[in-house]
């Protein structure tokens, strides 16, 4: 079992930043796979950024170039979604979720079904 807490969400203007964290219970976190995915009002849950077990990050197409970094600090087990120029379609709960299996192909955590294990979420809401 994968114990996950979000938190970081917010409210923010456009053009704004928000740091969100993932703090996770396994042991131990560095051979964790986390994944950040986020679902918009009347919209499906879709992958943002993750960081694999064995040191490799990837990011969905919309999140680059440049506005999201994900990074890991495996001595706080804990993961990070660093979001700038936030734009009001950002807004969404955002999700983290942790695999504990290996794969060779990083786009294999790109899909939900990938991850047993969610957090609650938090929200971020972007005005203009």
């Known amino acids: 079992q994968v114990q996950l807490v979000e938190s970081g969400g917010g409210a923010v203007q456009a053009g704004g930043s928000l740091k969100l964290s993932c703090a996770a219970s396994?042991?131990?976190?560095?051979?964790?796979?986390i994944g950040w995915f986020r679902r918009a009002p009347g919209k499906e849950r879709e992958f943002v950024a993750a960081?694999?077990?064995?040191?490799?990050?990837?990011y969905s197409t919309d999140s680059v170039p440049g506005r999201f970094g994900i990074f890991r600090d495996n001595a706080k087990n804990t993961v990070y979604l660093q979001i700038d120029s936030l734009k009001p379609e950002d807004t969404a709960v955002y999700y983290c979720?942790?695999?504990?299996?290996?794969?060779?192909?990083?786009?294999?955590?790109?899909?939900?079904?990938?991850?047993?294990?969610w957090g609650q979420g938090t929200q971020v809401t972007v005005s203009s």
């Open positions: 960081t694999t077990y064995n040191g490799e990050t990837t």
């Open positions: 979720a942790a695999s504990t299996a290996y794969h060779n192909d990083v786009l294999y955590y790109t899909t939900p079904s990938a991850y047993p294990y």
């Open positions: 396994r042991h131990p976190f560095r051979s964790t796979t």
